[in-house]
C-alpha cells in the first residue's frame, strides 16, 4: 500500500494538465473545504458588509504567504521540516508537532462539515453523518485509483460551488456599493475574524500542501521558479473568488431580513435563496469538499512525519487511515457544534502559521545555500517579512477570542 495515493495523485494531475495543476488544486481544495464555507456564512451574519475589509487583509496576506512558501520550498525542492532542521536542529520536529495538531484540530472540523452536508442533504443527525463520511474517506482513500478518483471529483464539485454559489449571489443581490464602500472603510474591524480567514486558507497544513505537492512531483529548483510562483497566485486566486462570491450571496440573503438557521447557517442561506433544490445541491457539494478536505488534511499532516523515518514512510497509508479515524472518534466524542468546531479550526491554524512561515522566512533571508545559490527577490523577502509580522500580531490578538470560541 505504501505511497499509493501520492502515487495515484500524480497519475491523476497529470490526466487533467500536469503535476503543477495538481498542485493548485491540491492547495485550493483544501482551502474551499467546509471550515472556509462556514466561517464565510458565520462572519457574514455577524458583520455584515463590514466583512469585505477582512476579506481583502486575508486575501492580500495569503498571496504575500504563499508566494514566499511556494518560492523557499519549490526553489529549495525541501520539504518545510526538512528545511526547519537545516536551520535549526529540532525545530523540523516542533514544526511537524504543530502542523500534526493543527491538522488534527482541523480534520474534526473537517468531519463535522460531512455531517452538515449529510444533514442538508438528507437530514442525517450530525454524529451518524460524521460516521459514515470518515468510513466513506477511508474507502476512497485505500482505493488504487484514489487520487485520480479525487482529482476528477473535486473538478466536478469545483464547478457545481461556483456555479450555483453565483447563481444564489445573483439572485440574492446583494448590496454591492456597501460592500465596496467598506471594503476599504470598514465600520467594524475583528482581529479574531481576519486570523480565523488567513488560518483557513494558508494556515497549518494548508500553507505546505501545495508547495510539498510540488517537491512529490518533482517541480523544483531555481529553473522552476515561474512555474510555482504562478500555481500559488492562481490557486489562491480561486479561493479569493469563491470566498467573494459566497459573501455576496450570503450577505444578499441576510439583507433581505432572513435570520439563518443556527446550526447550519450555510444551508439555510442557500435554501432561502434557491429553494429545495438548492439546499440538496449545497449538501452535495458541501459533503464532498468535507471529504476533499479530509484525505488532504490527513495526508498533508501525515506527511510531516513520515521524512523522519523509513519505517514510518512504509507506513505512510495506514497512518493516514489512522489519522482519518482519530479525526472522527473525537469528533464523535467532543461536544462541540460542528459550525463550532469549523471556525475554531481556522483559528487554531492562524496561530500556528507564524511558526512555520517565520522559519521559511529565515531560509530565504539568510540561508541562499539551502536555495541552491538563489538570489531572493528584495521585494518579495521585505513583503514576507512584513506578513510574517502581521500574522503574529493576529495571532496573538486573537487568543482571547479563540478561548472564547471553545468555552463558550
Avoid: C
Avoid at 42 to 52: C, E
Avoid at 251 to 274: D, M, Q
Avoid at 308 to 324: Q, Y
Amino acid at each position: 500500500m505504501t505511497g499509493n495515493l501520492a502515487t495515484a495523485r500524480g497519475a491523476g494531475a497529470g490526466s487533467v494538465g500536469g503535476p503543477l495543476l495538481g498542485a493548485i488544486f491540491l492547495m485550493a481544495t483544501s482551502a474551499v473545504g467546509p471550515g472556509f464555507i462556514t466561517q464565510t456564512t458565520t462572519f457574514t451574519v455577524r458583520l455584515g458588509a463590514a466583512f469585505a475589509f477582512a476579506i481583502l487583509v486575508s486575501i492580500l496576506v495569503d498571496i504575500a504567504v504563499q508566494l514566499n512558501v511556494w518560492r523557499v520550498i519549490g526553489v529549495s525542492g525541501r520539504r518545510a521540516q526538512d528545511l526547519g532542521n537545516a536551520v535549526l536542529p529540532g525545530a523540523g520536529y516542533a514544526m511537524a508537532a504543530l502542523v500534526v495538531f493543527g491538522g488534527l484540530v482541523f480534520n474534526i472540523g473537517n468531519v463535522a462539515g460531512t455531517s452538515l452536508g449529510l444533514d442538508a442533504l438528507f437530514g442525517t443527525e450530525a454524529k451518524i453523518g460524521g460516521a459514515i463520511s470518515a468510513l466513506v474517506a477511508i474507502g476512497i482513500f485505500l482505493s488504487k485509483r484514489a487520487g485520480i478518483a479525487m482529482d476528477r471529483i473535486v473538478v466536478v464539485l469545483g464547478v457545481l460551488m461556483i456555479g450555483l454559489t453565483g447563481y444564489v449571489a445573483l439572485v440574492a443581490g446583494p448590496p454591492v456599493g456597501e460592500v465596496l464602500r467598506q471594503s476599504v472603510l470598514p465600520d467594524d474591524v475583528d482581529f479574531l475574524v481576519i486570523t480565523t480567514l488567513i488560518g483557513g486558507t494558508v494556515g497549518g497544513y494548508i500553507t505546505y500542501a501545495g508547495a510539498h505537492r510540488l517537491v512529490d512531483a518533482g517541480i523544483s529548483g531555481p529553473a522552476k521558479v515561474a512555474e510555482v510562483s504562478r500555481g500559488s497566485v492562481v490557486a489562491l486566486l480561486v479561493t479569493g473568488a469563491m470566498r467573494i462570491v459566497l459573501f455576496l450571496a450570503v450577505l444578499g440573503v441576510v439583507s433581505g431580513g432572513v435570520v439563518l438557521a443556527g446550526e447550519n447557517a450555510s444551508a439555510s442561506a442557500f435554501l432561502h435563496a434557491a429553494g429545495e433544490v438548492g439546499l440538496r445541491l449545497f449538501g452535495l457539494i458541501l459533503w464532498g469538499a468535507a471529504i476533499t478536505s479530509v484525505i488532504g488534511a490527513s495526508y498533508t499532516s501525515v506527511s510531516f512525519v513520515v521524512t523522519f523515518s523509513p519505517a514510518l514512510e512504509r507506513r505512510r497509508n495506514w497512518l493516514v487511515v489512522g489519522f482519518i479515524a482519530l479525526s472522527a472518534v473525537l469528533f464523535l466524542v467532543l461536544d462541540r457544534a460542528p459550525a463550532t468546531l469549523l471556525v475554531l479550526a481556522g483559528a487554531v491554524n492562524g496561530l500556528i502559521l507564524p511558526i512555520g512561515f517565520g522559519v521559511l522566512m529565515w531560509v530565504a533571508a539568510r540561508r541562499r545555500d539551502l536555495l541552491g545559490g538563489y538570489r531572493y527577490p528584495r521585494w518579495l523577502l521585505v513583503a514576507g517579512v512584513l506578513t510574517w509580522l502581521l500574522t503574529l500580531y493576529l495571532g496573538v490578538s486573537s487568543f482571547g477570542g479563540i478561548a472564547a470560541l471553545w468555552t463558550g
